[in-house]
């Protein structure tokens, strides 16, 4: 018999339960998955999984080859029970590591409590959402989160670790940021002039908060947008409580901050600089910094704090000595007033070996 089988294109299998069988989908009809596994041999997914799987299912067609596990031999039909939730499975890793990529918000369902957060199902695989990535709103009360539907982020895919981390608070937290966006740009312009208070002095700016029509709202001055020349000491110039008046430069997407300018507001005395210093002019001024990359030269104090010039560190002579303080004469090397860089030259009585 079983060599007349084999004429007719047939094979005996004994297949058993927990087999790893492959085939080719024959057949998609409802919530019925028929998969031909060849010598006549056909398997039906198991209707119990049905909702596992249904969008690995739509993503399926007849023809594609795909690998099974045994459920049962045969059913009454004589038709072999077989489940795809593996490769379901591995698909679902798949699309979580697409969802990494995207940032795009998916629904998962809170299963359990666990030490320090949330176990949650998407899609038939489970994840896990920290404590520190539930809403604000929801991080003292966990438990009421199990059963409840909630939209997250994937932040972190490890399938060989079966590791997937969710977060709550990147889909809330982008919710909040975006109404506090809106709510600024109603209250402000970006170039709009304010009136405001300073609020902290930092080593990197001052914080101001705004008089506003409209409510108060809160932003930084960057020690950069003090003003045209530099800012050593920040608590000499303000105190907590000064009044002072800022334009609105920007409005950050990431944190709704404000960026607010003070110089902006102030002549920039580095546009007539063109007029006042040429090529090849000489200047005299006094070194204020020394560093890895040059000497800082004090041209004009009178102009908003002094306006510096440079002579880079391939320009100083090896048997030249410099000190804070020294009064040197140099030349104008040239003048970049959109950059607010004056570059200079030591003058030389005599042109040192390998000097360019």
């Known amino acids: ?23 080719r989908v024959s057949s998609i009809s409802g919530k019925e998955v028929l998969i031909d596994f060849g010598g ?3 398997g039906v997914v198991g209707e119990k999984e049905w909702e596992v799987v249904k969008e690995f299912v739509s993503r399926l067609s007849v023809g594609d080859k795909i690998k099974a596990v045994v459920i049962s031999a045969e059913n009454d039909k004589g038709q072999m029970i077989v489940s795809i939730k593996k490769a ?4 679902r890793w798949e699309k979580a590591k697409e969802l990494l990529e995207s940032g795009e918000a998916i629904n998962v369902k809170g299963v359990e409590v666990n030490k320090g957060g949330l176990i949650v199902e998407f899609e ?3 994840g896990f959402v920290p404590g520190s990535q539930l809403a604000s709103e929801h991080q003292g009360e966990i438990a009421h989160m199990i059963n409840r539907v909630f939209a997250a982020k994937v932040i972190e895919v490890d399938e060989d670790q079966n590791r997937l981390i969710f977060s709550e608070k990147a889909v809330t937290g982008a919710a909040d940021l975006a109404k506090k966006l809106e709510e600024l740009k109603a209250k402000v312009k970006i170039g709009g002039k304010y009136s405001g208070k300073v609020a902290a002095i930092v080593s990197y700016g001052i914080f101001v908060s705004l008089e506003l029509p409209k409510g108060e709202a809160d932003g930084l001055v960057h020690i ?3 003003s045209w020349s530099k800012v050593e000491d920040l608590n000499s110039l303000f105190k907590i409580g000064d009044k002072v008046e800022v334009v609105v430069i920007g409005i950050s997407d990431t944190d709704a901050k404000l960026n607010l300018s003070i110089k902006q507001l102030l002549p920039d005395p580095w546009q007539d600089l063109a007029k006042k210093y040429t090529a090849d002019q000489q200047v005299r001024g006094k070194v204020t910094k020394i560093s890895s990359y040059g000497i800082f030269i ?13 002579i880079h560190i391939s320009k100083v002579p090896p048997e030249a000595s410099y000190e804070v303080g020294d009064k040197v004469t140099c030349t104008v090397e040239s003048v970049d007033a959109a950059a607010h860089r004056i570059s200079l030259l030591p003058v030389l009585t005599a042109k040192p070996i390998g000097y360019k």
Not at 1 to 23: A, F, I, P, T
Not at 300 to 310: K, M, Q
Request: proline share 2%.
């Open 1 to 23: 018999m079983e060599e007349l089988l084999k004429q007719e294109g047939y094979s005996l299998r004994g297949y058993k339960r927990g087999d790893v069988v492959e085939g």
């Open 124 to 126: 038939g695989i489970r």
């Open 224 to 226: 950069s947008e003090i």
């Open 298 to 310: 004090q041209l004009d104090p009178s102009a908003d704090g002094g306006i510096e010039g440079l």
């Open 40 to 42: 006549k041999m056909e």
């Open 88 to 91: 379901g499975s591995k698909f």
